[in-house]
Nanobody
Framework: QVQLVESGGGLVQAGGSLRLSCAAS????????MDWYRQAPGKQRELVAQ???????NYADSVKGRFAISRDNAKNTVYLQMNSLKPEDTAVYYC??????????????WGQGTQVTVSS
C-alpha cells in the first residue's frame, strides 16, 4: 500500500557531503514519523535520525552536529543531509516511516536502502 524509495547515496571522500532523499507514495492518510537507519557490513541496523511529525529531530550521538534530517510535507519526502562524512559512516541507509493509510490503520514501512560509501 505504501512505498518508500531512497535515493542520493554514492561514493564520497572523507569530509564530503551527501543528501539522501526518501519519497513516500501510495495510500497515505498521515505520516506520523520518518526516520533514517543505517547498517554496515557485519553490524546491526542502527537508528541515525528520527523526525516525528510536529516535533524536533533526534540523532544518534555519532552523527550529531554532522547530519540533519528534514521533511517536505508537500512531497511526502524526508531528507538526510550528511556533512563531514567519515569512513565509519559507510553503510546502507534505510528510510523508515510510521504511516496511517487510514485514520485507524497504522503501519511501519521500510525502503530498500541506498548505499553510502565514504573513502579515506
Amino acid at each position: 500500500q505504501v512505498q518508500l524509495v531512497e535515493s542520493g547515496g554514492g561514493l564520497v571522500q572523507a569530509g564530503g557531503s551527501l543528501r539522501l532523499s526518501c519519497a513516500a507514495s501510495g495510500t497515505i492518510f498521515r505520516i506520523n514519523a520518518m526516520d533514517w537507519y543505517r547498517q554496515a557490513p557485519g553490524k546491526q541496523r542502527e537508528l541515525v535520525a528520527q523526525l516525528v511529525s510536529g516535533g524536533d529531530p533526534n540523532y544518534a550521538d555519532s552523527v550529531k552536529g554532522r547530519f540533519a534530517i528534514s521533511r517536505d510535507n508537500a512531497k511526502n519526502t524526508v531528507y538526510l543531509q550528511m556533512n563531514s562524512l567519515k569512513p565509519e559512516d559507510t553503510a546502507v541507509y534505510y528510510c523508515n516511516a510510521n504511516i496511517n493509510t487510514l485514520p485507524l490503520r497504522r503501519g511501519i514501512y521500510w525502503g530498500q536502502g541506498t548505499q553510502v560509501t565514504v573513502s579515506s
